[in-house]
């Protein structure tokens, strides 16, 4: 299996259950493991032929601050489904970090999505 590694993706975003943690931005971490179409073998050393990182990791940080939300669970599904759609992966993991209980290094949500 080939696949491309994003690893601790910093992003801001307003998420929690209650309002008050809303309303300010948090920062995340995200892991994104993306399954391109393409085989590396097959890629012929050609960057139209992978998935441009940049662009995810940009895409990524845009989702994660269009709008509030009150899961990390609902944030991985999404990165998820766009990786999908938008860079066609073939499959795709996302892992959501967020830092809010004391204590603890963080909790985590993943979300792994097929085409």
Known sequence: MNEIWIKTLRVHSQI?????????LQELHIDLC?????????????????I???????????????????LIETLAAE?????VDEFHAVS???????????GTDYVAARCRLER
């Open 79 to 83: 990165i998820a489904r766009l990786l």
């Open 16 to 24: 929690g259950v209650g309002e008050e943690e809303r309303s300010q």
């Open 52 to 70: 441009d990182y940049t662009a995810v990791a940009n895409r990524v940080r845009a989702l994660a601050g269009e709008e509030p939300r009150h």
């Open 92 to 102: 795709v993991v996302v892992e959501v970090r967020k830092f809010v209980i004391p």
């Open 34 to 50: 993306i399954q391109p179409t393409a085989p590396f073998p097959y890629m012929n050393d050609d960057v139209m032929r992978t």
